[in-house]
T-cell receptor, first 115, second 111 residues
Framework: DAEITQSPRHKITETGRQVTLACHQT?????MFWYRQDLGHGLRLIHY???????NKGEVSDGYSVSRSNTEDLPLTLESAASSQTSVYFC??????????????FGPGTRLTVL | QKEVEQNSGPLSVPEGAIASLNCTYS??????FFWYRQYSGKSPELIMS????GDKEDGRFTAQLNKASQYVSLLIRDSQPSDSATYLC???????????FGAGTRLTVKP
């Protein structure tokens, strides 16, 4: 069955370190997304990609970067981790390129703690 | 003002009752609306999407959209304890070219 996987599921790191969160999907979807979820804020879009070599900034992109070298993977990098980036991170994918039809399927999430 | 607003709850209903979840949004250019269910410690899963004014039914779930009032709701009929979760409203903004989520409403269905 097609799925989205994220790794690691839990990560503890220190302020200032570079961290990369992995996302892999076997839906063969062109679109992939990264969100963070914090209490009281719901899900907020960090970056998204419509296909290989395409990346776009979302609502809260500062301090994060992504790159898309193939259809299946969209790794999220925190260049210099900050305590404010402690959160649960979800990767998602969708089939449609039209934002109006972004029915998204989510991965299991990564809980990141920055000390 | 938040772009997508939901009552945080908790909303408590007895088993078998109708649960009504509400969502308002500020971007009049929004065209598509989604309801996700999220169990504690799990990832969101899509329940329904709605694009046109009116009602859309899928089993025990009915989504209602009123673009003039900038209001979207989710009704859950014959609520079950397994429906206890947080329900997230999401709005696709063509203007921002992204999706905005509400903070979610926590629903508890009591046996």
């Amino acid at each position: 069955d097609a799925e989205i996987t994220q790794s690691p599921r839990h990560k503890i790191t220190e302020t200032g370190r570079q961290v990369t969160l992995a996302c892999h999907q076997t839906w063969n979807h062109n679109n992939m997304f990264w969100y963070r979820q914090d209490l009281g804020h719901g899900l907020r879009l960090i970056h998204y990609s419509y296909g290989v070599q395409d990346t776009n900034k979302g609502e809260v992109s500062d301090g994060y970067s992504v790159s898309r070298s193939n259809t299946e993977d969209l790794p999220l990098t925190l260049e210099s981790a900050a305590s404010s980036q402690t959160s649960v991170y979800f990767c998602a994918s969708s089939e449609s390129t039209r934002v109006e039809a972004w029915e998204q399927f989510f991965g299991p999430g990564t809980r990141l703690t920055v000390l | 003002q938040k772009e997508v607003e939901q009552n945080s709850g908790p909303l408590s209903v007895p088993e078998g009752a109708i649960a009504s979840l509400n969502c308002t949004y500020s971007d009049r250019g929004s065209q598509s609306f989604f309801w996700y269910r999220q169990y504690s410690g799990k990832s969101p899963e899509l329940i329904m999407s709605i694009y046109s004014n009116g009602d859309k039914e899928d089993g025990r779930f009915t989504a209602q959209l009123n673009k003039a009032s900038q209001y979207v709701s989710l009704l859950i009929r014959d609520s079950q304890p397994s429906d206890s979760a947080t329900y997230l409203c999401a709005v696709a903004s063509v203007y921002n070219n992204d999706m905005r989520f509400g903070a979610g409403t926590r629903l508890t269905v009591k046996p």
